[in-house]
């Protein structure tokens, strides 16, 4: 028989907007369920703002898997191991984040929105 998991029952909700806001040189967050300890996720809304990649601070790598959503606008990820892509609203992409990243907005409108779902630790906010 398989072990019963001994997170039966744990949640999180998070209000529309009300999720606490985190803001970094190169994207902001809406972060989506934190107040859930000793999650094997983050969640958040991040906005994307930067249209380069230089502006958004290069690549970067970081532990664990990244899952993002493009909610509205487009954006490219930029990685090491790939060409360029295209994200527009609704598309998504699952990677590796132990390969260099970044994503650009490329829309028409000022900030893209992306849905993105890390299943790391808490990352440097400073740093992404």
């Keep these: 028989t398989a072990p019963m998991c001994c997170w039966t029952g744990r949640r999180a909700v998070t209000r529309d907007r009300e999720g606490p806001k985190?803001?970094?040189r190169w994207y902001d967050f809406e972060m989506l369920c934190g107040d859930l300890a000793n999650k094997k996720m983050n969640v958040?809304?991040?906005?994307?703002?930067?249209?380069?990649p230089e502006q958004a601070g290069g690549l970067f790598a970081h532990e664990g898997e990244e899952f993002a959503y493009v909610l509205s606008g487009s954006i490219e990820i930029h990685t090491e191991d790939y060409r360029p892509t295209r994200l527009n609203a609704g598309d998504c992409i699952y990677m590796d984040s132990m390969s260099g990243h970044v994503y650009v907005n490329v829309g028409e409108t000022p900030v893209a929105r992306v849905l993105a779902v890390t299943s790391h630790a808490l990352i440097d906010m400073k740093r992404i």
């Design 22 to 24: 985190e803001a970094t």
């Design 44 to 52: 958040g809304i991040m906005e994307v703002s930067a249209r380069t």
